[in-house]
């Protein structure tokens, strides 16, 4: 089981280097003024009337890289420094959130899926490590036999639909981002200087989401191990 060890180390220094190469990544483009002197917010306004979108509202929302869009009731939240900022990184932020503004819009498939296991991933999430971990012990006193095993097969399938929510998040957002960054190109909303941060700062963001995936991949293989190997 070294092996897991070693890759589960991997994937958790892995996050803990793209998380603080995407919070340089943002510092550092936060230092780039838009020519054109529009606010993140602003920005957002602008992409929603482009693609026809009026019912959708642009609002700031407390916190630091804390921004998202919300399908429930359609507003675009903006952290208050992506909301009131006049930069190539909140550029890229409002853009990127209005991109799934836009998804919702066009009943892009992969966002109705992933809207769709939202409240179930919501509610499996907490319960599906305690599960496993419960039905091990059980199991191991009843000698792997009984509802031990079944408890934590449950816990498995819970741990296995946050893995798929988690991938299937992927390409909603990676076409989010490429959605804001060719709106961002082809209305020349940004300079060259500028649109080049905006993608590095994008790419860095997307590339949090590929290491969760991962990270909640290999934490399902392991305990799957766990569980399917105490029947040997």
């Not at 409002?94 to 919702?104: I, S």
Request: aromatic share 10%; hydrophobic share 50%; charged share 15%.
């Amino acid at each position: 089981m070294i092996e897991f060890y070693i890759i589960i180390g991997a994937i958790a220094l892995a996050s803990w280097v793209v998380s603080n190469t995407l919070k340089n990544k943002f510092k550092k483009y936060s230092k780039i003024h838009l020519r054109n002197g529009m606010s993140g917010a602003e920005i957002a306004e602008k992409m929603l009337a482009d693609h026809g979108i009026r019912d959708v509202k642009v609002v700031s929302t407390p916190g630091m890289l804390t921004d998202h869009y919300d399908p429930r009731n359609k507003t675009v939240n903006l952290s208050a420094g992506v909301y009131s900022q006049r930069n190539a990184a909140a550029a890229a932020v409002a853009a990127h959130e209005v991109g799934h503004a836009v998804q919702h819009a066009r009943a892009y498939e992969w966002l109705t899926m992933r809207s769709k296991l939202v409240p179930m991933v919501s509610v499996s999430s907490r319960f599906s490590q305690w599960l496993v971990i419960g039905g091990l012990i059980l199991g191991a006193a009843s000698d792997n036999t009984g509802i031990g095993f079944y408890i934590a097969i449950a816990g498995l399938a819970f741990m296995a639909l946050a893995t798929a929510f988690s991938f299937i998040t992927l390409p909603v957002e990676y076409d989010a981002s490429n959605r804001a960054l060719a709106w961002l190109k082809n209305k020349n909303m940004v300079s060259q200087q500028e649109y080049a941060g905006s993608k590095d700062a994008l790419k860095w963001a997307a590339r949090t989401y590929l290491v969760a995936a991962l990270g909640s991949l290999a934490m399902l293989l392991y305990w799957g191990l766990q569980v399917l190997g105490s029947r040997d």
